[in-house]
Each structure stands twice: as structure tokens, then as C-alpha cells.
């Protein structure tokens, strides 16, 4: 049996992080190991766990999730990151599609399913391309 992904979930509302911790709970395969609640935890946080997984909310204090996002896979290209927001994928900030996430899930969309289409997906086309769900 494969070991499970280790994911971070990062965003200041606690009830998307709970949200969250259900959608793994429901997921085969992925871990939860540490939650944050802006930019800056998160890039402390990654380097410390060296998740498989980041679920990156965009707009928080101090440091929002696309900084963050660039700052993480600079630092750690191997670090996945799905960016979650309650945009319409139309609506999303210009940069999100070139801050080094590989996908942008609204957050009423996400679900086992949806997550897992997209860890399996990830490597599918041979490129590192942005993939946005509404």
C-alpha cells in the first residue's frame, strides 16, 4: 500500500479549514499534517513538513495565498499547490494562473472526488499548466 499525501491546508476562516479536514477524511490516500492561516505560516510550514500538498486560500492577512504560492514552489518546485477561493473562475486575480499553483478550485467544489482527479492529473500532460475548476 502506497503511503498517503501529506497535505497543508492554509486559509484564515476556520470552517474552510474544517471543511477541508472533512474532504480528507473522505479522500484515500491523503494525509492532513498541518494547517495555517495566512502566507507567512504557510511558507514556515511547508518548510518544515515538506507537504506533497498544498490547499492555498488567496486572500488572507499578512500574506496572501498567491505570494505565498510563488514563495513555496521557488522553494520547493515539487510542492503541489491547488489554490481554493470562493472566485468564479472568470474573476480570478490575473496572477493566480502564473503564481506556480497548478490548480484553482472554488472552495464549494471541492470534494474527495475532485481532489483526487486532480493529484492523479497533475503530471497527465507532461507541463506544469494551471487547471481551473469552477
Known sequence: MAPS???????DQAPFRLAARAVLARS??????????????????VSELRPDLVLMDINMPEMGGIEA??????????????????YDVSDL??????????????????????????????????SSSFTALS
Open 5 to 11: 499525501l501529506s497535505v497543508v491546508v492554509v486559509d
Open 28 to 45: 484515500k490516500g491523503f494525509e492532513l499534517v498541518g494547517e495555517a492561516e495566512n502566507g507567512v505560516e504557510a511558507i514556515a510550514l
Open 69 to 86: 504560492t510563488r514563495r513555496i514552489v521557488a522553494d520547493y518546485a515539487d510542492t503541489f499547490v491547488i489554490l481554493c477561493s470562493t
Open 93 to 126: 486575480p490575473p496572477d493566480a494562473a502564473t503564481s506556480g499553483a497548478r490548480a484553482y478550485v472554488n472552495k464549494e467544489h471541492l470534494d474527495a472526488k475532485t481532489l483526487r482527479q486532480l493529484w492523479d492529473d497533475r503530471d497527465s500532460d507532461g
